[in-house]
């Protein structure tokens, strides 16, 4: 399945560093909003298919949407890294998602929100995890561009 709203806020296949958190470009989206600066077609733009993922597999994160105040907010999570689907491996599991995290080759974990109601979407966290991490602490990344 695709990931889009992921993809679009660059997906690093292969870790360079900690974790990273979204949660201030997670806000700001959302402050945005609020502001009447974005609509829900800006934000709540999630591919029908992360809608579904987030239906059936999604973790509830125990909040509810800050765009229609209704629906319940949920957390996706896809695994990215060598022999994993180029578009990454939907976790539907903790068990599933410590195996993939136990593999000797590095793995990214991505995690999303999703407000299956209202189709919201961010990215929260990235977590790379596996094999020993190369390479200098990854740069803060956010939304690229305040929309
Ligand atoms: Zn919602």
Redesign the pocket.
Known sequence: MGMRPVAGQGVMTSPVGGRVEYRLARNAVVAEFRRGRLSRLDV?DAHPELVRAARHVGTPSGET?P??D??DLVEVTFVFGARLPANGRCVTSPRELERLRRRKDPVVVYVVEV?P??A?NHLVRMDPSGATLPGPPARAAGRPTAR
């Open positions: 709540c949407c765009i229609c209704e629906g407000c109601d209202c919201w």
